[in-house]
Structures are given as C-alpha cells and as structure tokens.
C-alpha cells in the first residue's frame, strides 16, 4: 500500500506520541481525505507526527485478489501502519484516529499495538448491520441504484465492497463488547446517531477517560463531494484534546531519525512513484511507469474533477493509469491545490471547484513532465 508521513513540525517542541489516521471507505474516504491532511498540519503544529494510508483495493494501495480481503486483512494493515509509524517518527507512544468504519477498525485493532495512549472516534461505525442499511442508501444516492436484499455488491461511490468484507461487516458489533482500545478516548459524536454517544458510555464504563464532543459539520462534509467542507470545530478540539494528551505523557528524548526517500510501489505490469512537486513540494502527485522502463507513446496527464482525490471516483484514474503502464505508457496524477493531499494555494478561493486557481497547478504539472522526461503530452480529465 502507500502511506502519507506528515512529520512534526520541526520548529515546535516534539511530542512523544505520533498520530495513525485510520480511514473510512468508499464515498466517506473521499469526502475525509482533504480533512485527513488538514488535521495532519494542525497536529504538526503542536509537534505531533502522523501517518495515513490507503486499505487494500483502495485509493493508490495495491488490489488484492478479492477472495483474501476481509475486515482481518485491512485491521493487520493498521499494525503495520503503526510499526512504520513508529519507525518514522522515532517515538513508541500512537494515538489512533479514526472516522466511520475506520473508527471501528481502529478499537479492534489497539490491542494488538503497543503503546496506544488514545484513541479518536469520528462518526464511528458501533453497528455493522446499520452501516450497510447507511451504505445501501448512500448506494442509491451516489450510484441511482437501488440496493437489492440478499445482495453483497454495494457500490458507493464508484468503490464495490468486497464481498468479504461485506460479511465481516455485518457481524460487527463495536457496543457489545469493545474493551477499552486506549487509556484516554475522544468521540465526535452525531446528534442523530444514537450510537455515537453510546459508545462513549460504554468505553467509560470501561474507565477511559473520555471526552465526548458534537460532530458540528458532519452533514456537510459528505453530504455532496463537490461541496464538501472540513469541519474545523471538531478538528480544533481533537487537536487540543491530542495536546493535552501528549502533555501527560513522558517527554521526548530522542531526535526523529532521518526521512527515508519514497520507495516505489510495484504492481503488475508498472511502477508507482508517490512524489511532491512545483513551487515548495506543494502538490502531491504519482508516477506510473511502465515496470519494464519502455516507454512507447507519449505521456499523459491526468486531471481530476476538482475535490476527488487523484485515484478518482471509483479508482477510476489509479486504474485507467496502471492500464496505460502495461500498454509502456508514463502518467502523472496529482491532487490539485486544496485537494486531497495538496495544500492549498495562497490566495486562492476556499472551494476551488471550476477555480482559476487550478491552471496554475496543472502548468506545474506540465513543466515537471518536460523536465522529467521531454516528449509529447497528453492531457486527460
């Protein structure tokens, strides 16, 4: 898979705990994505490091055959996510962040994690036969389709849920018997899911310490991807509440060691190259290459639609860009300003949907193609 390293802040006085983003998926994912790299700045700001990534068969991660995913395989990714957490940042201490199914994830997964001090669940998933009765209707709002009973091909989003994790899902059951995944928990609950608040109560019946706050902004962060806006309120107070959680614990003794460079991630028939580019590293982007290193045609740019992250609705560019790697044609990929994984531009509107704004990064785009490899360019979008 592919993970995204925030570092600490440098300049601030470093933490001795790091912070793992435990991802929703499908439409959810999309509409987080631009939330995850916003809280991974606020957090750096106060010295905390942190580390994102994509589960299996989803985003830029690698597709596994569809027979050995399940919700097992995808909690075994959060402890490996964890281990090179750790190893990046140089720390032991791990606050686990998670939203949605994520957040369920997430609780399952601390146990098999040492040093997990927190524990953060947004919008968490505490039913997994009422998040599928959630997904059939997103399904339907996002696909037109209507879900079928009986059937295990949701498709939200332009993403298809495996049929095993479908089956894992609907056994959850995060109430029942959640244990207590760290000492110190923090819940963003929403007013109309009652589930939310239950979980609270249970993890401190459990003895956490527990900080329940409202999910202001929720309905508009998934409500219409084009749209969609980051809750700022409930970031603020998860930053003050990992603030105040890193502040108990032991302070740092040792320097973070050095950054690794990317590694390239290998698939069938092409190599993947995760890269920051243009003025200061500010847009994130992917190089696909052919595995062999032949190149036969020109290179071809691909143009997201405004707020999707660059993989695309449904993956649609992660794969149309493999397919092109095997056929020996190069492409880049990259999330535009304010999107996703780029910050935004200075200066620029705060919706960038249809923004004037957006021609200056792909001309960026561009003069990195023609420096990196000159040759003929296609444009796609």
């Known amino acids: 898979t592919v993970g995204l ?20 998926w499908g ?9 995850w790299r916003v809280l991974a700045e606020e957090l750096a700001g106060i010295g905390i490091a942190s ?23 995808w909690r075994a990714l959060i402890g490996e996510a964890a281990a090179q957490l750790k190893a990046l940042s140089g720390v032991e201490k791990i606050i686990l962040i998670g939203h949605g199914l994520g957040a369920a994830l997430a609780a399952q997964a601390a146990g098999g994690i040492t040093g997990v001090e927190g524990f953060a669940a947004l919008a968490p998933v505490t039913s997994g036969r009422s998040y599928l009765r959630e997904l059939s209707v997103w399904s339907m709002i ?4 209507k879900h079928v009973s009986g059937d295990t091909g949701f498709t939200v989003g332009g993403l298809t849920l495996p049929k095993g994790v479908h089956d894992d899902i609907r056994d959850l ?26 979980l609270a109560s249970t993890l401190q019946a459990a003895g956490g310490r527990i900080e329940t706050v409202e999910y202001e902004g929720y ?33 740092r003794s040792v320097m973070p060691p050095p950054l690794p460079a990317a590694q390239p991630l290998s698939g069938e028939g092409f190599t993947e190259t995760p890269f920051r580019f243009g003025e200061n590293n500010r847009l994130y982007g992917i190089l696909c290459e052919p595995a062999d290193g032949v190149r036969k045609g020109a290179m071809v740019l691909m143009l997201t639609t405004a707020y999707e992250r660059m993989s695309g609705w449904g993956r649609v560019a992660a794969i149309t860009a493999r397919q092109l790697a095997k056929a020996g044609i190069p492409s880049l990929r990259f999330d535009a300003a304010n999107a996703a994984d780029s910050p935004p531009l200075p200066g620029a509107p705060e919706q960038i949907s249809y923004s004037d704004a957006q021609y200056h990064d792909v001309e960026e785009a561009l003069d990195y193609l023609e420096d990196w490899r000159p040759g003929h360019i296609v444009v796609a979008g």
């Open 27 to 35: 439409y959810e994912e999309l509409c987080v994505r631009k939330t």
């Open 5 to 24: 390293y925030h570092p600490a802040d440098p300049a601030r006085t470093l933490a001795p705990a790091a912070a793992l983003f435990v991802s929703p």
């Open 51 to 73: 580390l994102r990534f994509d589960y299996s068969n989803t985003g830029d991660a690698l597709d596994r055959a569809e027979e050995g995913l399940s919700l097992d395989s």
């Open 142 to 145: 996002t696909e037109g389709k």
């Open 219 to 251: 309905d508009q962060l998934v409500g219409r991807l084009t749209f969609s806006r980051t809750p700022m309120a409930v970031i603020e107070r998860l930053t003050a509440w990992a603030r105040s959680l890193a502040g108990r614990l032991p302070q």
């Open 173 to 198: 059951k995060l109430l029942h018997n959640p244990g207590l995944p760290a000492p110190a928990c923090f819940v963003a609950a929403r007013a109309d899911r009652p589930g939310d608040a239950e």
